[in-house]
């Protein structure tokens, strides 16, 4: 059964810094990674999308990684701003059956302070 | 148009009501979604819809019944639900061809359900 873990639930920064997020996951069969953001109250935003057979994604200020050998994803988000607060998780959906279940952590929830 | 809709976006229901909550995309997505979160929680899977048909039933109780009366509209039916079942529902929807953002999801604002 898949598993995804994202550590550490919980992360205070600077405004201005650059930070990554990680996302490790235990089966490698799988099909895409998926990274979201949600803030408070809200639906879930979708960032990036990495195919398995790519190895990073870049929108704007984010750039996401996949390496899934190692069951690994990190998103790079860049000149970090308060804006950016919010939940980020990760999900990752099977290469085999129903390609459409995504298996999410459970999130790390990101505060810029100014 | 990149938008999934869903209404209404607060919902007050008492144990014994009947309501529905109204998910619409116009992205050309055939596959459409229901998810259940609760609070800091990520989203459970609950239904799935493909080509309008019912895909995936994650044993959800038959209180909730889905229904998805078009390529573009997708319905959740509540009865007799349970104070425990109080949560942000979530719609999705992804294309289903293959592509560069095949099984890409993108989700609705959701709907706040309150049971008392």
């Known amino acids: 059964k898949q598993e995804v873990t994202q550590i550490p639930a919980a992360l205070s920064v600077p405004e201005g810094e650059n930070l990554v997020l990680n996302c490790s996951f235990t089966d490698s069969a799988i099909y895409n990674l998926q990274w979201f953001r949600q803030d408070p109250g809200k639906g879930l935003t979708s960032l990036l999308l990495i195919q398995s057979s790519q190895r990073e994604q870049t929108s704007g200020r984010l750039n996401a990684s996949l390496d899934k050998s190692s069951g690994r994803s990190t998103l790079y988000i860049a000149a970090s701003q308060p804006g950016d607060s919010a939940t980020y998780l990760c999900a990752v959906s099977p290469l085999t059956g129903a390609n459409s279940k995504l298996t999410f952590g459970k999130g790390i929830t990101l505060s810029v302070r100014p | 148009d990149t938008e999934v809709t869903q209404t209404p976006k607060h919902l007050v229901m008492g144990m014994t009501n009947k309501k529905s909550l109204k998910c619409e995309q116009h992205?050309?997505?055939?596959?459409m979604y229901w998810y259940k979160q609760k609070a800091k929680k990520p989203p459970e899977l609950m239904f799935v819809?493909?080509?309008?048909?019912?895909?995936i039933n994650e044993s959800v109780p038959s209180r909730f019944s889905p229904e998805c009366p078009n390529s573009s509209l997708l319905n959740l039916h509540l009865h007799a639900l349970q104070p425990e079942d109080s949560a942000l529902y979530l719609c999705?929807?992804?294309?289903?061809?293959?592509?560069?953002?095949?099984?890409?999801?993108?989700f609705g604002p959701g709907t706040r359900l309150t049971v008392l």
């Open positions: 819809y493909s080509y309008e048909k019912l895909s």
């Open positions: 999705a929807s992804s294309q289903v061809t293959a592509g560069v953002r095949y099984n890409e999801q993108f």
């Open positions: 992205m050309g997505h055939r596959a």
